[in-house]
Nanobody, 120 residues
Framework: QVQLVESGGGLVQAGGSLRLSCAAS????????MGWYRQAPGKQRELVAS???????NYADSVKGRFTCSRDNAQNTVYLQMNSLKPEDTAVYYC??????????????WGKGTLVTVSS
């Protein structure tokens, strides 16, 4: 079993910044990929950013140039630095990890989510 614990959400004014963190623990051999999804009220969950074990990143077009996703493989932690936040970034942000366990099976895990609210 793997647990994902997010932190860093909160209330911020438009144009401000927040840094989200997600720490994974448990039966982990390797996590690939690891990243962030978000779900705004009344909308479907969407990929925000992800990073592979090799450091390759993917970003939603809406956050390119504003958000940076990085990871610390040694600590199984992923970060999302969010700059120039906009009200439309308001959502619950979920950490995601695809983890290989000691049985050499990949399983998908989700954090409980952390709320980011951007006021105008």
């Amino acid at each position: 079993q793997v647990q994902l614990v997010e932190s860093g959400g909160g209330l911020v004014q438009a144009g401000g910044s927040l840094r989200l963190s997600c720490a994974a623990s448990g039966n982990i051999v390797i996590i690939n990929p690891m990243g962030w999804y978000r779900q705004a009220p009344g909308k479907q969950r969407e990929l925000v950013a992800s990073v592979s074990s090799g450091g390759n990143t993917n970003y939603a077009d809406s956050v390119k140039g504003r958000f940076t996703c990085s990871r610390d493989n040694a600590q199984n932690t992923v970060y999302l630095q969010m700059n120039s936040l906009k009200p439309e970034d308001t959502a619950v942000y979920y950490c995601y990890a695809r983890s290989l366990n000691s049985d050499y099976r990949y399983m998908d895990y989700w954090g409980k989510g952390t709320l980011v609210t951007v006021s105008s």
